[in-house]
């Protein structure tokens, strides 16, 4: 939810920062989670500008505006160059109302439009926030359970990953002879993840692997190898089916699923909200009114949560 408002207060700052970093002393004190330890109690008054007083929390909230590498830095490493560039900020700001730079309509305009960004980020922060509660979460896995589809089904499985199918062939004839799944992976699979472990993936469920082996996997019964290669993006691949299960996932194991979830719907009703009742008539980019029979519904859905990957058995 940060906005990235650097600017000039961002060029100012890097090359105070940079040298504040190579020659800061030890860092402060952090707790057993390695983040550095809470601030002292209170918000004390750090400086002041004609008067007028800068807070600890000003400094903070500035550095909350920079890029990652100084945000995860504690306050005391950078709090002198920091609190020069929010001494300059305030300076700045009261020349530029001195000089009437903020009554000029293109600076009204971007004071607006950034003010809209702000309050919008904070009603969907604030929606987002309560429907990601603990006992939200835990109501929404709660949910989840009942639905049928909620459990997942998996397989044990080894493979064997190899470059040609002629290759895969020759290692198929192997098997049908007696050797061991095992001993031919070590030997022979191209599988740097799995290989030495005699090919072995583990459990999974059927999104962890790409298409063409998770069809297969899915359908063999377990004790068997598949007859034939089953081609993939990474090669050929012998699969070993070993045993299946069917399970309840843990909310760990889905939280933040059901947090992108929660985090989703909040967004889109706090939008259907804000439209409710508001008349919108939508224009073309020349301005002119566009066809009606050409016309379609503003699209009003947040964006879709990120998800994984399929995941393939490593190379």
Do not use: C
Request: avoid cysteine; proline fraction near 8%; charge should be negative.
């Amino acid at each position: 939810m940060r906005l990235a408002v650097f600017g000039v207060s961002l060029l100012l700052a890097t090359t105070a920062l940079v040298q504040a970093q190579e020659t800061a002393p030890a860092p402060a004190e952090t707790n057993s989670a390695g983040t550095p330890a809470a601030a002292p109690a209170g918000d004390p008054v750090v400086a002041t500008v004609d008067g007028a007083a800068i807070h600890r929390s000003d400094v903070l909230h500035f550095q909350e505006s920079l890029p990652e590498q100084y945000r995860s830095m504690p306050l005391e490493m950078v709090f002198d160059p920091l609190l020069n560039r929010v001494i300059d900020t305030r300076l700045l700001a009261a020349k530029a109302t001195e000089d009437g730079v903020a009554d000029e309509p293109a600076v009204q305009a971007k004071v607006e439009e950034a003010q809209q960004g702000i309050l919008r980020d904070e009603l969907l922060r604030r929606a987002v926030d309560a429907a990601t509660t603990p006992e939200a979460l835990q109501k929404a896995y709660d949910e989840a359970k009942a639905k049928p589809d909620f459990k997942l089904e998996e397989v044990k499985a080894r493979h064997i990953l190899v470059e040609t199918p002629e290759a895969a062939q020759a290692i198929i004839a192997r098997l049908e002879k007696g050797e061991s799944f095992d001993a031919i992976a070590k030997e022979a699979s191209k599988d740097p993840g799995s290989a030495q472990q005699g090919g072995d993936l583990g459990w999974f469920s059927r999104d962890k692997m790409v298409p063409e082996f998770s069809a297969a996997a899915f359908t063999m019964e377990p004790g068997s190898y598949s007859k034939e290669p089953i081609k993939s993006q990474f090669g050929y691949h012998i699969i070993q089916v070993e045993d299946k299960r069917t399970r309840e996932p843990s909310l760990d194991e889905i939280r933040e699923q059901l947090f992108q979830q929660n985090a989703r719907t909040a967004i889109e009703q706090v939008v259907a909200d804000a439209r409710q009742g508001v008349t919108i008539e939508r224009f073309n980019p020349d301005g002119s009114k566009p066809d009606p029979a050409a016309q379609a519904p503003a699209a009003t859905d947040a964006p879709a949560a990120p998800t994984d990957g399929d995941a393939a058995p490593a190379q």
